[in-house]
């Protein structure tokens, strides 16, 4: 399997994430996709052709082999990766989308097509959701379908077209326990890191309209007392001048 549009994928996305974002591109890229393909991929290479069990019953093993492992544990592994890193193509594909508007618009209608903010932001929360909503998926399924994060060494089988109840040997049983621990770890870290991640956006956000409803009010309620400043500043004249007028009066009406 090829990984370089992967690869690609993330490197793109990159310089479009906050800092919590470029940790998780950091752990996917160098503790989930490399540990994959340099090491994990290999573990599980010829792993039905090493599953023994001990009958000579044509197609026993191959039942038995379906039975406990519908999924191959490393394809089930490889499908999360892939799952978990495509919402970050909705970001790309947004910045993409502002760059050709403003080509189209020969102008700049963003300040930076890359910012995280408007309607990217919304895509951001939206990629964030959905990484996190695949994380946990996959991990209740692979729970799910192998009833647990262990790999045992030896399983018993009584599926047709077996004759009785035999015994099935795994193979590398402790290194791939190994490996799929690993991949549970650093699962539920990249769970920790989409969920700071959107409750950092979502705080931020909120202090932001907290910030410009209280810059809002504050020149509101400066410009209402510069108003009555003003007014103020009009009558003031007038009332002088008829307090001065009145003793003119006063002295016209004795004459």
């Given at each position: 399997?090829s990984w370089?549009?992967l690869?690609?994928l993330l490197s793109g996305v990159?310089?479009y994430?906050?800092?919590?974002g470029?940790?998780?591109?950091?752990?996917?890229?160098?503790?989930r996709?490399l540990?994959?393909?340099?090491a994990a991929?290999?573990v599980w290479k010829d792993?039905?052709k090493?599953?023994?069990c001990?009958?000579?019953?044509?197609?026993?093993?191959t039942?038995?082999f379906?039975?406990?492992?519908?999924?191959?544990?490393?394809?089930?592994w490889?499908?999360?990766l892939?799952?978990?890193?495509?919402p970050?193509?909705?970001?790309a594909l947004?910045?993409?989308?502002?760059?050709?508007?403003?080509?189209?618009?020969?102008?700049?209608?963003y300040?930076?097509?890359?910012?995280i903010?408007g309607?990217?932001?919304?895509t951001y929360?939206?990629?964030?959701v959905?990484?996190?909503?695949?994380e946990v998926?996959?991990?209740a399924?692979?729970?799910?379908?192998?009833g647990?994060f262990n790999?045992?060494?030896?399983v018993?089988?009584d599926?047709?077209?077996c004759p009785?109840?035999?015994?099935?040997f795994?193979s590398?049983p402790?290194?791939?326990?190994?490996?799929i621990h690993?991949l549970?770890?650093?699962?539920c870290?990249c769970v920790?890191?989409?969920?700071?991640?959107l409750?950092?956006l979502?705080?931020?956000?909120?202090?932001k309209?907290?910030?410009?409803?209280y810059r809002?009010?504050a020149e509101?309620?400066?410009?209402?007392c510069?108003?009555?400043?003003?007014a103020?500043?009009r009558e003031?004249?007038?009332?002088?001048?008829?307090?001065f007028?009145?003793?003119?009066l006063?002295?016209?009406?004795n004459a």
């Amino acid at each position: 399997m090829s990984w370089v549009f992967l690869r690609d994928l993330l490197s793109g996305v990159n310089k479009y994430s906050t800092g919590i974002g470029r940790i998780w591109l950091a752990v996917v890229f160098l503790l989930r996709l490399l540990v994959y393909m340099v090491a994990a991929e290999h573990v599980w290479k010829d792993e039905q052709k090493e599953f023994e069990c001990n009958t000579q019953q044509p197609g026993c093993e191959t039942v038995c082999f379906d039975h406990f492992f519908p999924i191959s544990q490393a394809r089930l592994w490889a499908l999360q990766l892939i799952m978990v890193s495509t919402p970050s193509l909705l970001v790309a594909l947004h910045v993409a989308y502002r760059e050709s508007r403003e080509k189209r618009h020969k102008q700049q209608l963003y300040s930076n097509p890359g910012s995280i903010d408007g309607g990217l932001w919304c895509t951001y929360l939206i990629s964030l959701v959905f990484k996190t909503a695949f994380e946990v998926g996959f991990l209740a399924l692979f729970y799910q379908l192998y009833g647990g994060f262990n790999v045992p060494r030896l399983v018993k089988c009584d599926v047709r077209p077996c004759p009785s109840t035999v015994d099935c040997f795994v193979s590398k049983p402790t290194e791939k326990k190994i490996f799929i621990h690993f991949l549970v770890v650093t699962s539920c870290l990249c769970v920790v890191l989409n969920v700071s991640e959107l409750s950092y956006l979502v705080f931020t956000r909120c202090v932001k309209c907290c910030l410009r409803r209280y810059r809002t009010r504050a020149e509101a309620s400066a410009c209402k007392c510069h108003q009555l400043n003003c007014a103020r500043g009009r009558e003031s004249p007038a009332g002088v001048g008829a307090q001065f007028q009145i003793p003119d009066l006063m002295g016209e009406g004795n004459a």
